[in-house]
């Protein structure tokens, strides 16, 4: 049996220039790259993959012209409104991972009542990482400690990678064990910086829009060839 990795993580770039390729407007990239995210998160589970994390918007980008910033957070409330009622009946749990500030209060609603609707009865977890930055997240992490350490709660000889890991935003999914990034970009961009210290990458020349099921288990089949090491030499 091909080995599968339970968790899954996805740079989705590439949907400007999916766009601009075509003579459409950097706009249109984004609506169909959000259109392309069911297609691969119903894939994703068929294939054996237990947990999907996409990072669909950072914290840098919020510096992109307002028009398509707003456009972004209107799809992305059509898109939670749309498929929950999806994501109760297919059993996938959705997790919003980033900061709250500055969405706005109706979309922070949607968000937290789509997260708990969907945490109740599932069998796939679906993160998508919005207003997400990797350094952000350790930054959160290392305040929240410096709170509890203040009020007592924790005794600073006690922090060890384990315990920093409880301060994360979601620290019960277990790291990613494949990244995969389209558009042909070769760094990770700020996703994930705690969490992908010993992950395999996968780069892939296609935009986002145009990634397709079958990429998907391309990527998941170079995955099982492959010989996670740790950092530990193993013995012949």
């Known amino acids: 049996m091909k080995k599968i990795p339970q968790h899954?993580?996805?740079?989705?770039?590439?949907?400007?220039?999916w766009a601009q390729?075509?003579?459409?407007?950097?706009?249109?990239?984004?609506?169909?790259?959000?259109?392309?995210v069911k297609k691969i998160t119903i894939a994703a589970r068929d294939l054996g993959v237990k947990i999907l994390t996409l990072f669909a918007f950072s914290t840098e980008?919020?510096?992109?012209?307002?028009?398509?910033?707003k456009l972004l957070m209107r799809e992305f409330d059509k898109y939670l409104t749309r498929e929950m009622s999806s994501f109760i009946k297919d059993k996938i749990r959705l997790n919003v991972m980033g900061r709250?500030?500055?969405?706005?209060?109706k979309l922070w609603e949607r968000i937290q009542y789509v997260q708990d609707q969907t945490k109740k009865d599932y069998n796939?977890?679906?993160?998508?990482?919005?207003?997400?930055g990797g350094r952000a997240e350790i930054v959160d992490a290392a305040?929240?400690?410096a709170s509890d350490f203040k009020q007592g709660s924790i005794d600073i000889d006690d922090l060890n990678e384990d315990k920093f890991r409880e301060y994360l935003y979601?620290?019960?999914v277990p790291d990613p064990d494949l990244l995969i990034r389209t558009s042909g970009?070769?760094?990770?961009?700020?996703?994930?910086?705690?969490?992908?210290a010993y992950s395999e990458f996968y780069f892939i020349k296609k935009f986002w829009p145009d990634f397709n099921p079958k990429d998907l288990e391309l990527a998941i089949s170079e995955y099982a060839k492959r010989d996670r090491r740790y950092g530990v030499v193993k013995s012949a």
């Open 100 to 105: 709250k500030n500055p969405f706005s209060d």
């Open 124 to 132: 796939f977890i679906l993160n998508l990482a919005v207003n997400y």
């Open 8 to 17: 899954v993580c996805i740079i989705m770039d590439g949907n400007g220039r």
């Open 61 to 69: 980008n919020w510096s992109r012209p307002a028009s398509e910033i």
């Open 185 to 196: 970009e070769l760094r990770i961009s700020n996703f994930l910086v705690w969490e992908l």
């Open 170 to 172: 979601f620290p019960e």
């Open 21 to 36: 390729k075509r003579g459409l407007p950097r706009t249109a990239g984004h609506v169909k790259g959000i259109a392309n």
């Open 143 to 145: 305040k929240k400690i």
